[in-house]
């Protein structure tokens, strides 16, 4: 569903289950750090108003969002963790950097959900513009790393 019809900070609190006994990896690019901190802040934020103990949470940073998976990789084989959380931006340029960063975290993520029996959260804004990813990290479309955190949530109670 587009960002513009759905805040991506709405949604029902009693609908995510209690994250108190849960531990989560979050794994942040530090490019665009303006933006990834933003996220990084909804997503802590959103676990710990859910319950999860910020001793729970292991952040890792990365230097760009093409090296999260491999920091996804590592998190998840070097830390007890019940999900990761993948947080970047990458904006659209004018060359084709854009796409190749975009498919390779894309189907990096991917292939960590099949490989491991832990979710990995696709928690990537893929904008064509700064004001855009403003937008999306705690701006008028909310942040994009509260709906992170919240599908983590979701996601590791999902064969409960």
């Known amino acids: ?8 900070s709405d949604y029902d609190f009693n609908s995510v289950p209690d994250g108190s006994e849960m531990t989560f990896g979050i794994v942040v690019a530090e490019w665009n750090k303006h933006i990834t901190e933003k996220l990084l802040e909804g997503a802590c934020n959103t676990l710990e108003k859910h319950g999860v103990k910020p001793e729970n949470i292991y952040v890792k940073r990365v230097p760009g969002s093409f090296e999260l998976t491999f920091g996804a990789k590592r998190m998840a084989e070097t830390k ?57 990290a705690g701006g008028k479309y909310g942040n994009k790393g509260d709906e992170a955190a919240v599908t983590a949530l979701k996601m590791v109670h999902f064969s409960d």
């Open 1 to 8: 569903m587009a960002t513009a019809y759905q805040n991506l």
């Open 80 to 136: 007890d963790v019940n999900a990761v959380i993948v947080l970047g931006c990458v904006v659209r340029g004018d060359t084709p950097h854009f796409d190749y960063v975009c498919s390779g975290v894309t189907q990096g993520v991917t292939e960590l959900n099949l490989m491991y029996d832990i979710p990995f959260i696709f928690g990537l804004l893929t904008t064509d513009n700064m004001q855009q990813s403003e937008d999306r």
